[in-house]
């Protein structure tokens, strides 16, 4: 079934050609409108009613880093819209090696109506996106995932019909790109954010005076605490992200020390007092022993999971492949926004 000229209804936002890079770059009112895009493409997907806002139009991929779900939401929502999407790995463009990042920008932008960059270094995206002619989009850094944003904050606008006043509660690394994409969209969009984490892992202060001043103006706020009870007291939703990744053995002996106590599990579900909690994760979860880095944690540390429990990941209350479901539909809004017509 063909769809209707979805493009008329989303004329009140200022993004053709722009670049999303960092939380920052968008304005609540652009966030909401966004997630509300995406809430009509989804269902018009269910309905079987399909859109070809990008006909024509070619996606560049970039990654420096293996990606399942990024990759694949990328792709679909540009194949589903009729664009084009090309995967490019680091060892297939080499920036630095033979093209400079400005050279590198330059040519992809003649052959790419949008360019999606992952990359570990922010400042390296940041740089890119400079000269680049068309508009780029953060895939994910070191220090943001501003498109993850999109799709868990439609996630929670699809349940409690609304972004402002809703306390979500982040339990793990107060350091880390989620952390702080959390901390930043939260008190741009209203939302009660709370990062619980130990002194150690604690947000980046600056990052933290960005989203406390951003709050102010959103009637949100923001909280940083060691007091695991009191940040899930009344929580409407609890969040965590992966302790360490394959790869980062030397440091999960340390992080399981520091982040013990931190596990979501089904008695610190209850402690939130509120029946309708939800959960939700990023992915990927070390939640049992069935993947070889969840057996590689129980032969060395005896432990079944880490930063969520098997029963609470299995859960009614997990919400984790809904924001997986739901970064194709972002995707699709993100792009039909910053490059169609």
């Known amino acids: 079934m063909e769809g209707y000229d979805i493009l008329n209804e989303m004329k009140t936002m200022d993004l053709k050609g722009r670049s999303l890079i960092k939380d920052t770059d968008f304005t609540q009112a652009l966030f909401n409108e966004l997630i509300d895009n995406a ?9 079987g009613v399909m859109h070809h806002e990008l006909q024509g139009k070619n996606i560049a991929l970039l990654f420096d880093k293996p990606s399942m779900r990024t990759r694949a939401a990328f ?3 540009a194949t589903e819209l009729g664009a084009h999407a090309e995967f490019l790995s680091d060892s297939d463009i080499k920036i630095g090696e033979k093209d400079t990042i400005e050279d590198t920008a330059i040519v992809l932008s003649r052959y790419f109506d949008g360019i999606q960059y992952r990359h570990s270094s922010q400042q390296r995206i940041e740089t890119f996106a400079q000269y680049a002619d068309v508009p780029v989009w953060n895939g994910m850094t070191d220090d943001w995932h501003p498109t993850q944003m999109l799709a868990d904050f439609m996630t929670i606008k699809e349940h409690f019909g609304h972004l402002e006043g809703v306390t ?16 930043m969209s939260g008190a741009i969009c209203g939302l009660h954010i709370r990062i619980c984490a130990p002194e150690t892992l604690q947000p980046d202060v600056y990052v933290l005076k960005q989203a406390i001043a951003s709050a102010k103006q959103s009637n949100g706020s923001i909280e940083v605490t060691t007091n695991i009870d009191e940040a899930v007291r009344g929580a409407d939703i609890l969040y965590t992200d992966t302790w360490a990744s394959k790869g980062e053995e030397s440091a999960i002996a340390s992080r399981i020390a520091l ?13 939130t007092g509120q029946r309708h ?20 944690i129980y032969e060395k540390f005896g432990l079944t999971a880490l930063e969520v429990t098997d029963d609470v990941f299995k859960s009614k209350q997990c919400k984790s492949f809904e924001q997986t479901e739901n ?9 039909i926004a910053t490059i169609a017509g």
């Open 39 to 47: 809430i009509k493409l989804k269902k018009d997907k269910a309905l």
């Open 75 to 77: 792709v679909c929502a």
């Open 168 to 183: 979500l509660t982040y339990l793990g690394d107060g350091r880390n790109n989620m952390a702080h994409s959390l901390m």
């Open 259 to 271: 982040l013990k106590d931190f596990q979501v599990n089904q008695e610190l579900m209850a402690k």
């Open 277 to 296: 909690t939800m959960f939700f994760h990023c992915l990927p979860a070390i939640h049992n022993t069935e993947t070889e880095f969840g057996q590689m």
């Open 327 to 335: 970064k194709l539909h972002t995707l699709k809004a993100l792009m």
